[in-house]
């Protein structure tokens, strides 16, 4: 029996009266500031599998993700290890800035060069070393594979040596006794590779059969790189896969880093320094940098995200954290792509009690949201997401969101494994806690941990040191975090997260409402971390 249309308005009329748009729902609670638990979304008609949603978002006009997820840049959180993780499927890990500038620019490196279609400077050896040179090298470098490309002094290609070789039974023989002579050697020219070279490599493989690897030589066969079938073969499958990793243009996984805002000693912003580090964050790949601060409304977070859009008309730029409006504008005029919202939601910060501000999260989002929707920047939501549905509940207002607490427990965060009666944990610390700021992030609390002794320094910590329980891989971790997404995305009838913000429909929770939602009233003999 079919419904009357006027019966259908009615009925929808109806639902508008509790279940309203955020246009209309959160000015209609203000003053009253709300957070994820705070409120719950209606369901709507859905012709649409949680199989079938899109995940995929921007951060700016040239960085787009597969998944809307980013690892938070504390050095409890992300590192090389697990911004790869992050990339491989489908996100964005930010190296945090408690490094020294190389030890960052080499973890951003480790990202970018983790795997890639073209190795662009192979490591390569010399026809006069010896196979116990070549074993030395292999040992003090820790390198994982023991095949090189054998060049002259000029950069010819002139063999190869097999690892079948690079044994210490050999250590005698010279690499030129012992190489695959370059006539044997399977080589392309760059001319050859057209433009896909992903797609030449692996008609290449498929052809040859047992060749594991191919050499790129130029017009004059100097070497210029290296395909191997492992790197290839996992690119092309990737390209089949539903999780589609981040990667760049040219086939390397993305990256961002997290930079501070550094001061001479006279106090002022010391800009030679900032872009000399910027710079070379670049050189390395980098495809964002995020200038991180726990106040980002502020003349000197201006100042350093002006420098760099100068500096760097092309990058993206991430800029926070703020929770305001004015916050918003302040950092898109500055020159900002995205904007970290948030000041103290996050597990293991204290600056709502501490400093007595901060906005709770869900409000904070859709005051910044409209700012952002009218200057043409994105948001990303930065702490207090506790579960998969407080990630369906932000992306109705962001663009993407930040994690840290539900990834610090993952064996890609960095840190030692800590056995407690039989558990298993890892640290987990706020970047305002004292050990962070000793530790380098003094900058981002307003803090100066290299000012001469006697100088008066504020000296509050704005968060805590704590512990996560191993939490397994973070494929683990993020399985089901993006299963509750695509749940949510099915309840509400949205294919993609444009039409998220779009369908959803809010309506406020009281304490019993909360009780009422979890597990009650039943003894629990598992549990779901989604």
């Known amino acids: ?45 859905s012709a649409v599998l949680p199989r079938e949603t899109r995940l995929d978002t ?53 990202v970018k060069f983790h795997v890639h ?34 060049v002259d002094e000029k950069g010819v290609l002139v063999g190869l040596l097999s690892g ?12 030129s006794e012992a190489m695959t002579p370059r006539k044997e050697v399977y080589t392309i020219t760059e001319k050859q590779l057209g433009k ?16 594991h690897k191919l050499l790129v030589v130029d017009d004059k066969d100097r070497l210029r790189g290296l395909f191997t079938l492992s790197d290839i073969e996992r690119i092309t499958e990737e390209a089949r896969a539903n999780v589609k990793p981040a990667r760049d243009n040219n086939f390397h996984l993305v990256c961002g880093a997290a930079i501070s805002a550094p001061r001479t000693s006279a106090g002022e912003l010391d800009r030679n320094r900032m872009l000399k580090h910027a710079a070379a964050l670049v050189q390395a790949g980098v495809d964002a940098l995020a200038i991180s601060t ?6 000197g977070v201006g100042q350093c995200v002006k420098l760099l859009r100068e500096e760097f008309p092309n990058l993206t730029l991430i800029a926070g954290n703020v929770t305001s409006s004015e916050g918003v504008a302040f950092l898109a005029e500055s020159g900002a792509d995205a904007i970290k919202i948030g000041q103290g939601p996050g597990s293991i910060c204290t ?39 407080d990630i369906v509940k932000a992306l109705t207002q962001a663009d993407a969101v930040i994690l840290g607490g539900l990834l610090a427990g993952c064996r890609e965060a960095p840190g030692e494994i800590i056995e407690i009666d039989g558990k298993f944990y890892k640290q987990y610390r706020g970047m305002g806690s004292l050990s962070a700021m000793k530790s380098g992030s003094a900058a981002r609390y307003g803090h100066d941990k290299s000012a001469p002794s006697g100088v008066q320094q504020k000296v509050a910590a704005e968060g805590i040191e704590a512990l996560k329980e191993i939490a397994g891989t973070l494929d683990a971790v993020l399985a089901p975090l993006l299963g509750g997404l ?13 039409e998220l913000r779009e369908q959803a429909r809010f309506a406020r929770v009281t304490a019993a409402g909360m009780k009422e939602a979890a597990p009650h009233d039943v003894i629990e003999v598992k549990t779901s971390k989604a």
């Open 294 to 299: 726990a106040h980002g409304h502020t003349i």
């Open 486 to 498: 695509q749940s949510g995305m099915g309840y509400l009838g949205a294919h993609n997260l444009v």
């Open 164 to 175: 079948r070789v690079v044994k210490e039974r050999y250590y005698a023989k010279k690499v």
């Open 351 to 389: 600056t709502r009690m501490v400093a007595g501000v901060g906005i709770p999260q869900l409000t904070a989002l859709y005051v910044s949201a409209q700012e952002a929707r009218r200057r043409g920047v994105r948001i990303i939501a930065d702490g207090g997401i506790t579960k998969s549905g």
């Open 1 to 45: 029996m079919s419904v009357s249309p006027k019966k259908s308005r009615e009925a929808a009329l109806g639902d508008a009266r509790f279940y309203q748009p955020a246009a209309e729902f959160f000015p209609g609670q203000a003053p009253t500031a709300l957070t994820y638990d705070d409120v719950t979304l209606a369901t709507r008609f």
């Open 196 to 211: 896909n070279p992903i797609a030449a490599a692996d008609k290449f493989f498929t052809e040859h059969l047992g060749i």
């Open 58 to 110: 921007s951060l700016s006009d040239s960085l787009h993700l597969p998944m809307p997820i980013i690892s938070a840049d504390m050095d409890t959180v992300t590192e090389s290890t697990m911004a790869i993780g992050m990339a491989l499927n489908g996100g964005l890990g930010l190296i945090h800035y408690n490094l020294s500038e190389a030890e960052q620019i080499r973890e951003v490196e480790r």
């Open 117 to 150: 279609g073209l190795i662009q400077d192979p490591i390569r050896v010399s026809p006069e070393q010896t196979i116990e040179d070549v074993l030395r090298r292999v040992e003090a470098k820790r390198f994982s594979f023991r095949t090189f490309p054998v």
